[in-house]
């Protein structure tokens, strides 16, 4: 399975796959914004729902590759060493969790309050969550942009 992913890496397809996924989403989510903007609200909605999907998938697939492919062994062959690649994968982890924790939170609340009171009372702290939670999806996306290149392709 070592190397039988498709971006010419040590990584499996699995994670290539989750990392094409990775480094869409900010884009995605930008546009999803723009829709909000252009107040398409519902295409704004279900462009969100459909991302989050995408990126428990992406989560999956990471999964799927630790259990079933060869990210730990491909990890371990990387020449990169040094205690700033801990950092960077715990770093990564904290602002990934952190990020998932406020997206998924925001999504449920906006659902059920969608057309009640968004737009309405509720339109200021979900603009507020909601572009936190965008920087939030870019420094994840770029963390692990960088730790995918240190661990596979290093
Ligand atoms: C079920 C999911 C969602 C629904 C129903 C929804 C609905 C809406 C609505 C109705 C507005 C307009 C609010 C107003 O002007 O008062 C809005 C704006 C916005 N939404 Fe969402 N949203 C959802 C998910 C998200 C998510 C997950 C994010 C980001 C992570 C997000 C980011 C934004 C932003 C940044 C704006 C402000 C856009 C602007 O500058 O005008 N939304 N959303």
């Known amino acids: 399975m070592l190397g039988s992913g498709f971006l010419g890496t040590r990584a499996d397809a699995f994670v ?11 884009f995605l989510m930008a546009y999803a914004i723009r829709l909000a903007r252009q107040r398409r609200y519902r295409r704004h909605r279900n462009f969100q729902v459909t991302l989050l999907v995408g990126g428990i998938v992406a989560v999956l697939l990471l999964e799927g590759s630790i ?19 801990a950092w960077l994968f715990y770093g990564h982890l904290v602002v990934a969790f952190a990020t998932a924790i406020a997206w998924f939170t925001l999504v449920v609340l906006s659902w059920r309050r969608f057309t009640l009171t968004l737009p309405g009372s509720f339109g200021g702290p979900h ?9 939030g999806l870019f420094l994840t996306s770029a963390s692990g942009t960088a730790l995918y290149i240190v661990s596979f392709a290093l």
Request: hydrophobic content about 50%.
């Open 67 to 85: 259990r079933f492919g060869s990210a730990q062994e491909a990890f371990a062959l990387s020449s990169a060493t040094g205690p700033w690649r």
């Open 127 to 135: 603009r507020r969550t909601g572009a936190l939670t965008f920087v």
């Open 16 to 26: 290539d796959s989750a990392m094409v996924l990775l480094v869409a989403a900010p």
